[in-house]
């Protein structure tokens, strides 16, 4: 008992005095000064005075001086990026032990919302939990520039990506694309669907499944947009596309849930849509695991492609990691990185053109032939209409 | 042995002890037990093991090592480490919750039952603020001057904590709540204080040790919460912690998942017997109202 | 129970001097309350103002107008309903299986057992737990290909995983253990006397239940249930991915505004989150009122 009071007079002072160390410390303590970077104040955008030029054509992946003041900073942050995603985790251990540089992986799971809300929640922060660069859906690119959130950079191989997958000022820039596929677990599905109105025929009741809330996820939505251009409709006319899962509600064949790689080996969700990078992903890791030869088919109408674009936070604590990441993400090193986790990268007819690509890779790339790509406000009007409409519309609603 | 508070119908003390046993011999106490009591338990067991079976079942259909996930997790260290940090954050997380609950629930039963309602609704407040909004509200907080906690690896561990003590208060209080229900809490106190103790030793002597299936309770149920928790961790870039480890398992692996969940489920068991074996230390609940 | 000298609820104890007055009593919450809005209020502060916000930043009181339109009328309805079903019924369950172990003379180590089941139990939620049932009572899960062998076919009679009806089932893995650990402490209060007693005056066990044992533990199993509540009503992971969103609950179309791939209205999620505040608030209220009245014949 006595023991207890003295315990407990010491651990109070001694618990607020951690409390009011930590908070008095100075900021950046255990990051690496950044004084040969010059970087500003937390919270001013990063700008030119850093030792890369950022106007132009960048420095390139190997520009010593940019590569001197990243180190100099020790550490990148980065959001959303799942290691089986366009094979990011070969991109990140490269980067790590290219650059000798840590990366600090927030949320792999995190949506655009949420990458978005992280960079402004985190704007006076200088620590660990704010992300240093985004990749995002599309739409998300001009609206993070209007607000602010973004800090213009153009790659040394800036002059490579297509106009219409970036911004003319270098604030946001396309980085990969895929089309939808079908994602069949051959061990239940016999007769493997060829093209979207296959998806209809009775053989396949209760087989069909998304891999994502049509209402919130990219994948999801952008599954009945590619309907729709298969079903009579076009870039200007998604509404096909409810009409199609409509139907495929009412004959059973569509599943209500979520639809991921284990649902797919086990069965449960035999068909699902899905960018081809993703699928052939799982096929490849389902088939190391000794899981059912998994087959992902491009139907042979309604190819549509899709789009995500990169950023650079504007209150990036890190500002020239950040940037030495775009750089290598957008060399040759980096796209063939992106190709062989089967996602086409933003370069990629650039990258044929100069026979950047070992050979056994590009066979092994999905043919996509005839895909199309929405613009921007193609593709915002589209999302409305989809996720205004889908509960009423294709009214999985279930009692 | 006196026991008239506790007597239906006032009769004499020690009038008990001299009732024969009679009436309750035809359901004797520690044998073999009530069979709707076994009914009822082999009910719940089924449905609980049966969805776990399952899982252990999708987790082996991997060929030809069947147990090729189980493997691939049990290699890798950061699962081990990502399990360590969080149960030790899960322990301090625990004792900052009880310090704080503890007595309030104490206080208001017993000196301020108007300012229930109150209390009960702020316990219940976790639930509806969602997980996302709390991690960057709590980021905005502490990331500007004057407390800048989160550039630091202590004050973000601070911060994670002080989170995980707030999701831990609707299950703590309640869990404790019901544990003073159960005893006299306002005898227990004045006899107390007509022996001399302080609050605090009322607290720590009297109380305390009268809610042991409570503070166990709430104990697990804090214990589980921190493990299994990731968005408040991600975000927090603690990425030491169990749960963005499951995070960066990738969502799209077909069998490591189940048995990463089988395993997590198994560990956290075992810490939680633990922590049960723990707690059994001193015996004895004190009672100054009624008999044992 | 109470002896017959029991001080009023109001007052202040006996033995305590007279120096404290009420009016400062509610200082004693003061460390409850400065952390609750250190790291609960003052971040939710965001989510409060956001509620007044449109997506061009402006203010504006148009999200909570929203509220009634569309799908989130619905969305709070079933809500409401799941959460209230899986309270009840996770409740009335968990209350039996917390007996059988507790006061059914099963041996001491089922107890534990269970207790430190129910720990893990309890937060085994979200994608594992969904995915547990679908291995489990999906279309190809284990059970359903053998309840098929054994001639019968629950997808045949209508069952569906994904059904609000599903959704109840796999709510219920952690709500059952949920209220085993709450209510335990309350059926160990339950003194072996007060049985003796009761079967002494030659009650049978039902009356003993009835008019003994379930009075003293309402209050207890009321405060139990309201948590059970609370916990369904904050929970989406688990329906989310069972469902995809095709159930309309309200943390999952919150999280389809804040959180998704798609540009939304914050503001709008976080008015239905403060519409969540509101409803536990009543709820809070009318659970008052039926405490008050299961306690009242405890004090008098």
Known sequence: MFKNRALTRTLIPLAAFAFVLSACSSPGATSAPSAASAAPSQAAPSDGASAAPSNGGGAGAEDPA??????????????????????????????????????????????????????????????????????????????????????????????????????????????????????????????????????????????VALAGDPRTSNQAIQSVYAAALANGGSLDDPQPGLDFFKELNEAGNLLPGIATAATVAAGETPITIRWTYNALSNRDTTAASGGPAIEVVVPSSGRFAGVYVQGISAFAPHPNAAKLWQEFLYSDEGQNIWLKGYCHPIRYENLVETNAVPAEQLAKLPDVEGAVFPSLDQLNAASELITENWDAEVGLNIQ | MTAPSTSIDGRAPGALEAVPRAATARRPRRSFGNPIAWLIFILGALYFIVPLVGTFFHSIRTRPDIFLAYRQVLDDPKFFGGLAYSFTVGVITIVVSLLIIVPTAYWVRLRVPRLRPVVEFVTLMPFVIPPVVLVFGLIRVYSSRPLVLTATDLGSDMILVGAYVILSFPYMYRAVDTGLAAIDVRSLTEAAQSLGSGWARILWRVIFPNLRTSLLSGAFLTLAIVIGEYTIANFLARTDAFGPYLSLLGRNQPYTPAAVSLISFGLTWLAMIAIAFLGRGARGRVQVAGAR | MASAAQPLEQGAPAARPARRRFGWAWLGLLPFFVFSIAFMFLPATWLVLGSFRNSDDQVTLQNYAD???????????TTIEVSLVTAVGGGLFGLLLAYSVILGG??????????????????????????????????????????????????????????????????????FPLMVLIIAPALDGLRREWREAAENMGASPRQYWQHVALPILTPSILGAMILLFGNAFGAQATAFQLTGGTLNLVPIVIGAQIRGDVLHNPGLGYAMAMGMVAIMGVSIGLYTILQRRAERWLRS
Not at chain 1, 115 to 122: D, F, R, S, T
């Open chain 1, 66 to 207: 940019l590569i001197a003041a990243a180190q100099a900073e020790g550490t990148l942050t980065t959001i959303a990026l799942p290691h089986d995603w366009c094979n990011y985790g070969e991109t990140i251990e490269t980067f790590k032990s290219k650059y000798q540089l840590d990366i600090n992986e927030l949320d792999p799971n995190a949506g655009s919302g949420d990458e978005i809300e992280a960079i402004k929640a985190n704007k006076d922060n200088p620590g660990p939990q704010a992300p240093d660069v985004i990749d995002v859906g599309l739409s998300f690119g001009p609206s993070a520039k209007e607000e602010g959130l973004l800090a213009p950079y153009k790659v040394a191989t800036w002059d490579t990506i297509p106009d219409d997958a970036k911004d003319s000022e270098g604030y946001w820039w396309g980085d990969y694309y895929g089309v939808l596929s079908f994602e069949v677990n051959t061990a239940v599905v016999a007769n493997v669907p060829q093209d979207w109105a296959d998806l209809l025929k009775p053989e396949y009741k209760g087989q």
């Open chain 3, 67 to 77: 509220l009634s339109t569309g799908i989130i009328p619905g969305a709070f309805l």
């Open chain 3, 106 to 175: 099963l041996p001491r180590i089922l107890r534990t057992a269970l207790m430190t089941f129910s720990g893990v139990a309890s937060n085994f939620a979200g994608v594992p737990l969904a995915l547990a049932f679908t291995f489990t009572l999906g279309q190809l899960g284990f059970l359903t290909v053998i309840l098929r062998d054994l001639g019968f076919d629950p997808y045949q009679s209508g069952f569906r995983l994904t059904s609000k009806l599903g959704v109840e089932l796999v709510y219920m893995y952690f709500q």
